[in-house]
């Protein structure tokens, strides 16, 4: 086996056997249908040796796949030496059960590979929180099948005879291990309340400043977009779910308002229920924004259900904002222009540009600036010079087209939002304003 070294920590390299079930349902890509799924075992640190692709109509209580079909998975994992069997679908416990008793090798399904790489991204004590909740509330029905010591007895008859320590009310360890998971579960949700209504005290705090937010599918390139409008130190990577925590930073867009911009953790198809509820805090910055910026990666050829996908989740998350742009990224990357032209007339609405190059980005930025500014107006305002809150008031919600000064009065000519300008009275009786 290959070690990898991260962070000062040894990973041993699992190989891995791929399996997806297409049904009459599924959303995989006709093209390559189990791409997704390598990218995600590759995100979590495996090492991909064989795959299978099986279709049914229907799926198959025991085994979610057929009794034979398991039976080929077994003679494949074992002729690859393989040490996990991935399936690109949600498994039951029992179906874990009787497919790793077939297999002799551990299995795993969609949304326990989506929670492992959560835990192993996540950086920040408030994320770690989040994945370790939404793991506990995934393990938890899945208690019986997971260890063969939990149908020990813990006391009683049957080990009345076993020593000091053995003897008790003879309760099964299964029961003990399920108490501690729902002890430990209402702990993180306590804990996860209390950041919620931090979340939403830090964004009522901004009120004053215009809010955006950056969504969309995992990869799509939101943080390379980050770091292009904002100049951020963020980290970026060519890989799923490479951003889980919330990140804000200060938008300079024309115009002088004030722009705070938020990236947010990649969204995917079929991200596990548990998941998204345990990170609702951490999107509450995309949830309560001004503006929704969802950027799609053109040049996917699935960029259609990716985009999907997220209104999907955005759905589960009641977020919708009255204003919201599509983006469509990555396209340095398209060679073809029928690509572009059936996006185009696809999504009419949708600025196209290049996180990469900058391609485009000025269009952004002048949409973002047109929002925030909102309606406005140009004025003639005279006042004080010594009025310090009122300068710095017109600094911050102003842009300003010429300043002279007689002696201490200060003339201003600025173009300002409408309901900006109401709020002028309020620095003294003796501003004047007049509309130009």
């Known amino acids: ?21 297409i049904l009459p349902s599924s959303t995989n890509d006709p093209r390559d249908p189990i791409g997704e799924l390598r990218a995600l075992v590759r995100a979590a640190g495996g090492d991909v040796v064989d795959e299978m692709l099986a279709k049914r109509r229907q799926i198959n209580p025991g085994y979610y796949v057929g009794s034979g079909k398991a039976k ?28 790793e008793e077939v297999i002799e090798r551990k299995v795993i399904d969609r949304s326990e590979l989506i929670l492992d790489i959560f835990a192993a991204h996540a950086r920040t004590n408030e994320s770690r929180i989040q994945v370790e909740l939404a793991q506990l509330e995934y393990t938890y029905p899945r208690l019986r099948h997971m260890w063969t010591h939990l149908s020990r007895i813990a006391g009683g008859a049957a080990s009345s005879a076993g020593g000091i320590g053995t003897r008790g009310p003879g309760e099964k360890q299964i029961e003990t291990d399920r108490r501690l998971v729902q002890k430990r579960v209402s702990f993180l949700k306590r804990k996860i309340a209390a950041i919620d209504k931090r979340k939403i005290r830090q964004i009522a705090s901004r009120s004053k400043a215009f809010c955006a937010a950056l969504v969309g599918y995992t990869n799509a390139g939101k943080s390379t977009l980050m770091r292009l409008l904002t100049g951020a130190d963020i980290y970026v990577a060519d890989q799923l779910f490479a951003t889980l925590d919330t990140k804000t930073r200060r938008w300079a867009v ?30 509450e910055e995309a949830i309560h924004s001004d503006l929704l910026i969802h950027v799609a990666d053109a040049s996917s050829p699935r960029v259609e259900h990716q985009i999907a996908a997220v209104d ?19 396209i340095d990357d398209i060679n073809d222009p029928t690509v572009m032209t059936v996006l185009r007339r696809k999504y009419p609405d949708a600025l196209e540009l290049s996180a990469l190059t900058g391609q485009g980005a000025d269009k952004l930025a002048e949409f973002v600036s047109d929002l925030s500014l909102g309606s406005t107006v140009r004025v003639v305002l005279q006042a004080n ?25 200060a003339e201003i000519i600025a173009v300002m939002p409408t309901d900006k300008v109401n709020m002028l009275s309020a620095f003294g009786d003796d501003i004047t304003v007049t509309a130009c």
């Open 254 to 283: 024309e115009g002088n308002q004030p722009v705070l911009l938020s990236d947010s953790v990649g969204f995917i198809r079929d991200l596990p229920h548990h998941l998204v509820a345990s990170f609702r805090a951490t999107l």
């Open 312 to 330: 999907k989740v955005l759905d589960e998350l009641d977020c919708h904002p009255e204003r919201q742009i599509l983006v469509l990224n990555k």
């Open 72 to 99: 080929e998975i077994a003679r494949r994992a074992k002729a690859n030496d393989v040490d996990v069997v991935i399936f690109d679908n949600d498994l039951t416990p029992g179906q874990i059960r009787d497919l």
């Open 1 to 21: 086996m290959e070690d990898l070294n991260r962070n000062d920590m040894t990973v041993q390299t699992e190989a891995a056997l791929l399996v997806a079930v």
């Open 385 to 409: 010079c010594g009025n310090g809150r009122l300068m710095q008031y017109i600094a911050q919600h102003a842009q300003v087209e010429k300043q002279t000064y007689n002696d201490s009065t």
